[in-house]
């Protein structure tokens, strides 16, 4: 798995500890707002959960939904905790919220700073201890899993009452905020893969008279282009293409009419099993064993400088990483961007990544949790966001934005092309949410066939006989 630009998501499905273990019933949060005394002192709110006004039932178990209430009048600031990324590049995120903080009367925020790679871990860890945040970000590799724990509280009863613009998220990141039909959160991030947006060096495409790719085009074409490009005289590959995840290696599956696991229920691992996963594997595979257009193991150290200093024609990363090829490239060459290519029958598939505000299940403040929600998923936030902080963003009508596309529209053509209803891309969590352990395997497992070190035959019906004894595991 190359090194640059190396995506959150990456960074997460290689790091991650298997969440298979047992979690414990978390006690009462820490943030419980204070309730007033019969003698004007403040005192610790006496349950784990905040009654509901009209019914007296706890806001997370209470079937019906309940005004959204402001904070408190209570000479007592009502506190309200929020995790929010490590690290300068998603300043957005206390931006926006200290904003919200500041229009809500009597509210204290404490905002915790929380590394993206760690968070699945690290909230396992405040949900046994009771100190989850009221509101937190997930992302949708792990999200089910902790809602199947009970860590978050469904949001239903809450958009009932104040839609937050569910009609303008993506599809698919609402589908990635749902675990058994409830909607356990709202989305603030898409991305549609990490090596399905292909960037390009346009200098060289022109000093080899190659024809510059759209994004009309297919796999062949792929393969004949980067083949074109790779000059080994000059130690230049056309491509550094590798699905370093299962879920990289199910969008080209998808694009060329399979998966990886089996849909719509992802229960079985059908890499060898599905005939149109194993063409697409073929494919992947020949681009190095046979064409000889990519590096191989050895030849792939350090790849995140391998474009920039034009040693890669073709880079095969995210639109994530749009920004972050920008600023590498800088005026060293000319260089354009498209789509990555269909499969034989104009398919382009996807695995629709979302990143998610959840609210803790224990929260003593759910009506201030979910206006907070609400607040950091705004049109108004995520435009922000993906123009200050290069955060894809989760609703649609950003994707498509004047300012966003002003200097490419790719931003504009990607969002097109995961509506147009063709292309199908729910991000695909094994049933028995063994994420981390599939993905762990699949890092051990898929180099040896992807570099074209082993038969093809041999390393894929390895990959296939290992993965499938995960798959067949219960649910921990």
Request: with cysteine; aromatic share 10%.
């Amino acid at each position: 798995m190359r090194n640059l630009p190396v995506s959150r998501r990456k960074l997460l499905s290689l790091g991650l500890v298997a969440l298979a273990a047992p979690v414990l019933q978390a006690c009462g949060s820490s943030s419980a707002p204070a309730q007033q005394s019969s003698s004007g002192a403040t005192t610790p709110a006496s349950s784990g959960q905040a009654s509901s006004p009209a019914t007296g039932q706890s806001a997370a178990s209470s079937p019906t939904a309940q005004p959204v209430q402001s904070a408190s009048t209570s000479s007592s600031p009502v506190v309200v905790t929020l995790a929010v990324y490590a690290g300068a590049n998603r300043d957005w995120m206390p931006r926006f919220a200290k904003d919200w903080a500041s229009k809500t009367p009597n509210v204290k925020l404490n905002i915790d700073q929380i590394d993206y790679n760690t968070m699945a871990t690290k909230s396992l860890a405040e949900f046994t201890s009771g100190t989850m945040q009221d509101v937190l970000f997930s992302g949708c590799k792990w999200m089910a899993y902790n809602a199947a724990k009970g860590m978050f509280r469904a949001i239903d009863d809450y958009v009932k009452q104040k839609d937050p613009g569910m009609d303008d998220f993506l599809a698919a990141t609402i589908a990635d905020s749902k675990f058994q039909g409830k909607l356990y959160g709202l989305p603030f991030e898409f991305n549609s893969g990490n090596i399905n947006v292909i960037y390009y060096n346009k200098d060289m495409v022109q000093a080899k008279g190659v024809k510059e790719p759209t994004d009309a085009w297919t796999a062949d074409d792929f393969t004949q282009f980067v083949t074109k490009l790779t000059d080994s005289s000059k130690g230049i590959w056309g491509t550094d293409i590798l699905p370093g995840t299962y879920y990289d290696m199910g969008c080209y599956a998808r694009s060329f009419g399979g998966d990886v696991l089996s849909d719509p229920n992802f229960d079985k691992f059908t890499l060898a099993t599905d005939p149109n996963a194993v063409k697409a594997t073929q494919w992947m595979v020949d681009l190095r064993a046979k064409y000889k257009a990519a590096p191989n193991r050895a030849e792939s150290q350090n790849m995140s400088v391998m474009f920039p200093s034009q040693k890669l024609a073709s880079t095969a990363s995210c639109i994530c990483s749009f920004t972050s090829q920008k600023q590498s490239v800088g005026t060293k060459f000319n260089w354009g961007v498209v789509l990555g290519p269909t499969g034989p029958d104009g398919h382009r598939g996807y695995d629709s990544f979302a990143a998610i505000w959840n609210m803790y299940a224990k929260t003593k403040v759910p009506d201030l949790a979910y206006e907070l929600m609400m607040a950091l998923t705004t049109k108004e936030a995520a435009t922000w966001a993906v123009l200050n902080d290069d955060q894809p963003p989760a609703r649609a009508s950003v994707w498509r934005d004047d300012t966003l596309n002003k200097e490419n529209n790719i931003f504009q053509r990607l969002a097109d092309w995961v509506t147009n209803g063709k292309d199908q891309g729910p991000f695909p969590i094994p049933a028995n949410l063994r994420f981390n352990e599939l993905q762990d395997k699949w890092a051990n497992l898929s180099p040896p066939l992807f570099y074209g070190e082993v038969p093809f035959e041999q390393g894929i019906q390895q990959i296939q006989q290992q993965c499938e004894k995960i798959m067949a595991e219960p649910a921990p």
